[in-house]
């Protein structure tokens, strides 16, 4: 058995309260850097090796998106429905950068968005989200071919205008408020 550390935690005492500071110990668990090495650099190799299974991860993503809206589809734009596919959507826009995909996360945003901000989920437009989905997977689909940023742009600049168009003229009214 490993021998125990003394406690180093102290206590400062005042009129009207306590300070405990316990002891740190991150140190201990922190390596030693050693000359010539290069963390960064050793974590940029580890990712660039990881970067094959990059498009796979983004089809996995993708298709855990295509579900969720399928079940919106059957089971209406209610609580659980729609936040399982905010959820996918979220999970998209958070990692799609990091995977490659810069596009993607806007598309992905756009749909959180429209999720999020619409008054009544009743009312958000199933076309539209079909529309933000359908845009997420023909981006990733197309990733790397002649002309797929220029069109991706167009297409995410699009459905951001859209989206923007429905939550300004669906935003509830002063009287819906008041009520």
Same mark, same amino acid.
């Given at each position: 058995?490993?021998?125990s550390k003394p406690d180093l935690t102290s206590v400062k005492t005042f009129a009207d309260h306590e300070v405990i500071t316990p002891p740190n110990r991150?140190? #201990?668990a /922190? %390596? =030693?850097a050693i000359d010539g090495d290069d963390p960064v650099a050793r974590a940029e190799a580890a990712l660039a090796q990881l970067s094959s299974e990059f498009s796979g991860w983004m089809n996995d993503e993708c298709e855990q998106l295509d579900r969720a809206r399928r079940n919106v589809h059957q089971n209406g734009m209610t609580a659980l429905p729609r936040d399982g596919l905010f959820r996918c959507a979220h999970d998209?826009? +958070?990692q799609a950068a990091t995977l490659g995909f810069p596009l993607v996360a #806007? /598309? *992905?945003g756009s749909l959180c968005r429209l999720l999020e901000e619409t008054h009544d989920p009743a009312r958000v437009p199933l076309d539209l989200v079909d529309q933000h989905v359908d845009a997420v997977r023909a981006i990733i689909r197309e990733? %790397? =071919?002649a002309r797929a940023e220029v069109v991706?742009? *167009?297409l995410t600049g699009t459905l951001r205008r859209v989206c923007e168009e429905f939550l300004a003229s669906h935003q509830p009214q002063a009287s819906d /408020? #008041? +009520?």
């Open positions: 058995m490993a021998p991150l140190s #201990d /922190v %390596g =030693r998209i826009k +958070g #806007d /598309v *992905a990733h %790397g =071919r991706a742009a *167009a /408020v #008041d +009520g």
